[in-house]
């Protein structure tokens, strides 16, 4: 694709060779001739200067004094995620039911669904229309998944699930399976019935081994736009609001809620009934205790979580402690020399 073509699909301008062709999207430090880069940081721009890159996108502000051919975007990393996109498309799958697929005759497929090997389709389920489901897929009864989907190998949505248009569900990922719930009946557990159901958004992605139970009653909620990572647990009945995006291995607890544009690091641990409010961050590995409220636009970090100031404060004064232990203990050795040459004084003196 030449570098004008991208540029105009893009919105984007540009300076240089704009019949230049590019085969290919790299980093900085591997890209050569025909290849597309970013520029996305100070410390990238530094690098780019010695790229071999056929084309980069920089911002508009990025300096240009050796004339290179560049396509200036307002946010570079977004417009190279485009430009990926355009340059490697994914291969198209062929419409279609694999002959190892089972398809329940309830079921209602949209045209230009494609169905992979030893997948299974349940009862009264219903595909949108270019839906790609992956071999070994399980998808239950009275499911409904919306138009464009991308469902990976091995992907299990139970029955009585809602996924909307655009969604990816990355292989091992489980949609809909039991909440954690169980009541004491004397001196055993018995399960309490998990008969809610699971919603998604559009525009969703959820990603390997990642698990979305449904609610216990009512519905386990997945606002449009949310980005799970991989090896991500959303318990029974949550509500993960618009555009939020959770880093793996980040565990929430039953009833927890999540408004939008909240961002939540790796290893998070939130308690249950937790509320965590608009635009908030929480960092990587800190733990929100039971029924606590992080406000809107607060960092936190820490377990349990504080506000990123004070976790700092705290993480500063425990460095400090072996240095103050040490002083401690030499200020005790000068105590008990005081004390012992007193009572050498008060001996010579009887």
């Given at each position: 694709?030449?570098?004008?073509?991208?540029?105009?699909?893009?919105?984007?301008?540009?300076?240089?060779?704009?019949?230049?062709?590019?085969?290919?999207?790299?980093?900085?430090?591997?890209?050569?001739?025909?290849?597309?880069?970013?520029?996305?940081?100070?410390?990238a721009a530094g690098q780019a200067?010695?790229?071999?890159?056929?084309?980069?996108?920089?911002?508009?502000?990025?300096?240009?004094?050796?004339?290179?051919?560049?396509?200036?975007?307002?946010?570079?990393?977004?417009a190279f995620a485009r430009a990926?996109?355009?340059?490697?498309?994914?291969?198209?799958?062929?419409?279609?039911?694999?002959?190892?697929?089972?398809?329940?005759?309830?079921?209602?497929?949209?045209?230009?669904?494609?169905?992979?090997?030893?997948?299974?389709?349940?009862?009264?389920?219903?595909?949108?229309?270019?839906?790609?489901?992956?071999?070994?897929?399980?998808?239950?009864?009275?499911?409904?998944?919306?138009?464009?989907?991308?469902?990976?190998?091995?992907?299990?949505?139970?029955?009585?699930?809602?996924?909307?248009?655009?969604?990816?569900?990355?292989?091992?990922?489980?949609?809909?399976?039991?909440?954690?719930?169980?009541?004491?009946?004397?001196?055993?557990?018995?399960?309490?019935?998990?008969?809610?159901?699971?919603?998604?958004?559009?525009?969703?992605?959820?990603?390997?081994?990642?698990?979305?139970?449904?609610?216990?009653?009512?519905?386990?909620?997945?606002?449009?736009?949310?980005?799970?990572?991989?090896?991500?647990?959303?318990?029974?009945?949550?509500?993960?609001?618009?555009?939020?995006?959770?880093?793996?291995?980040?565990?929430?607890?039953?009833?927890?809620?999540?408004?939008?544009?909240?961002?939540?690091?790796?290893?998070?641990?939130?308690?249950?009934?937790?509320?965590?409010?608009?635009?908030?961050?929480?960092?990587?590995?800190?733990?929100?205790?039971?029924?606590?409220?992080?406000?809107?636009?607060?960092?936190?970090?820490?377990?349990?979580?504080?506000?990123?100031?004070?976790?700092?404060?705290?993480?500063?004064?425990?460095?400090?402690?072996?240095?103050?232990?040490?002083?401690?203990?030499?200020?005790?050795?000068?105590?008990?020399?005081?004390?012992?040459?007193?009572?050498?004084?008060?001996?010579?003196?009887?």
């Amino acid at each position: 694709m030449r570098v004008r073509e991208l540029a105009e699909w893009l919105g984007a301008t540009f300076e240089g060779d704009g019949e230049k062709e590019l085969a290919r999207a790299a980093s900085l430090e591997s890209a050569g001739a025909a290849d597309l880069a970013f520029v996305g940081s100070r410390k990238a721009a530094g690098q780019a200067l010695a790229s071999a890159a056929g084309c980069l996108i920089a911002p508009l502000e990025f300096p240009n004094p050796s004339g290179r051919t560049v396509i200036r975007a307002p946010e570079p990393r977004t417009a190279f995620a485009r430009a990926v996109s355009r340059l490697h498309p994914a291969a198209a799958a062929e419409p279609g039911v694999h002959p190892t697929a089972v398809v329940a005759e309830t079921a209602e497929l949209g045209p230009g669904v494609a169905i992979g090997p030893h997948a299974s389709i349940g009862e009264s389920a219903r595909i949108g229309a270019r839906t790609r489901i992956g071999a070994g897929c399980a998808i239950g009864r009275r499911v409904t998944l919306g138009e464009d989907c991308v469902l990976h190998a091995n992907v299990t949505v139970y029955d009585d699930c809602d996924i909307g248009a655009r969604c990816v569900l990355h292989s091992g990922s489980v949609i809909g399976a039991d909440g954690f719930g169980f009541a004491m009946a004397g001196d055993h557990y018995e399960k309490f019935p998990q008969i809610g159901r699971v919603a998604i958004g559009d525009d969703c992605e959820i990603g390997a081994n990642s698990c979305v139970d449904r609610a216990a009653l009512g519905v386990t909620w997945i606002g449009e736009g949310v980005k799970l990572d991989n090896m991500v647990h959303v318990a029974h009945n949550c509500r993960i609001g618009r555009h939020v995006v959770v880093a793996a291995q980040t565990g929430f607890s039953g009833g927890v809620v999540v408004e939008d544009y909240a961002v939540i690091g790796g290893k998070v641990g939130i308690g249950d009934k937790a509320r965590i409010e608009t635009r908030a961050v929480l960092g990587s590995g800190c733990g929100v205790l039971s029924s606590k409220i992080v406000r809107a636009g607060q960092v936190v970090w820490g377990t349990p979580a504080r506000p990123l100031k004070e976790h700092l404060e705290q993480l500063a004064s425990l460095a400090r402690l072996p240095g103050m232990r040490k002083e401690l203990a030499e200020l005790r050795r000068r105590l008990e020399d005081l004390e012992g040459d007193e009572g050498a004084d008060r001996g010579r003196g009887a």
